[in-house]
């Protein structure tokens, strides 16, 4: 995919990016020219892993940190670290980090929801508090948050994650206006339905695509400076309909989510 050269010289924070997507963004931002990329995850191996991986190919131009993100001492550190790295500017942050939650509600303890918004939300809040006093004393800088199409398409026994997800998706939207002036830009990204390890424990549906599929799509998206940035059709099609009081039949909506629910009482963990 054709990028025109938007990434070329730019450095950017990847969190959650020893895996999956974030790692996928990390190698397409370096493949279309980026000066420089820190991934910021916390999984020791993994990100030793991938920073050996990219550095044979990138050297000079990787860096990783081991990172909570449920910590804010520890964002924070670890921006400021990015930045020494950078030599003072940071262009784009990836809050990227997060995980597919579930459980049945009734389950749920209080505890479980706290750590839920500690990973998905705070995570990312803590990345942008920490992240905007660079990109305003440079003059601007691109921010960019991970979502779920869980966000609008909520399925049963997701509640935590479509929760947090959708908190996220509300924060980032709100913030595009908020920091517009400041030359400061806000995207809010789905990745659509891509095989990573989310799906631990069943396997990915069909038509999942690759990691390397959606960051191309975001990345597209971060490039166009598109308010919601959707990963695939599908994130598509759930968006325009999933509160559109102009569709006809808004029972064809509850019958497909009972339906869902239903399989997945019996086992059948239906997407």
């Not at 993100?69 to 990015?82: C, G, H, L, P, R």
């Amino acid at each position: 995919m054709n990028f025109d050269n938007y990434f070329s010289k730019k450095s950017a924070i990847v969190t959650g990016g020893a895996s999956g997507i974030g790692n996928a963004l990390t190698e397409t931002l370096l493949r279309n020219g980026a000066k420089q990329v820190v991934i910021a995850d916390i999984n020791p191996e993994n990100l030793d892993r991938q920073i050996s991986r990219l550095t044979e190919l990138f050297p000079g131009q990787i860096s990783g940190i081991l990172t909570n993100v449920t910590k804010e001492n520890e964002v924070s550190e670890m921006i400021d670290q990015a930045a020494a790295f950078f030599g003072g500017k940071i262009d784009l942050i990836f809050n990227n980090a997060g995980a597919g939650l579930s459980g049945e509600f009734e389950k749920l303890s209080n505890e479980d929801w706290e750590k839920g918004f500690a990973l998905n939300f705070y995570g990312a809040l803590y990345g942008i508090r920490h992240v905007i006093p660079y990109m305003k004393k440079q003059g601007g800088g691109q921010i960019v948050n991970t979502i779920s199409g869980i966000a609008w398409s909520p399925m049963a026994f997701q509640s935590m994650y479509a929760a947090t997800k959708a908190a996220l998706c509300q924060l980032g939207l709100t913030l595009r206006y908020e920091l517009w002036d400041d030359h400061i830009k806000v995207n809010t990204a789905t990745p659509g339905t891509t095989a990573t390890a989310i799906f631990t424990g069943t396997s990915a549906p069909d038509y999942a695509q690759t990691p390397m599929q959606s960051a191309a799509r975001i990345l597209k998206g971060v490039q166009n400076n598109d308010r919601l940035i959707l990963g695939d059709d599908l994130d598509v099609e759930g968006a325009r309909n999933a509160f559109n009081p102009d569709v006809d039949d808004q029972n064809a909506a509850d019958q497909y989510f009972l339906e869902v629910a239903r399989d997945r009482k019996r086992g059948k963990w239906r997407f």
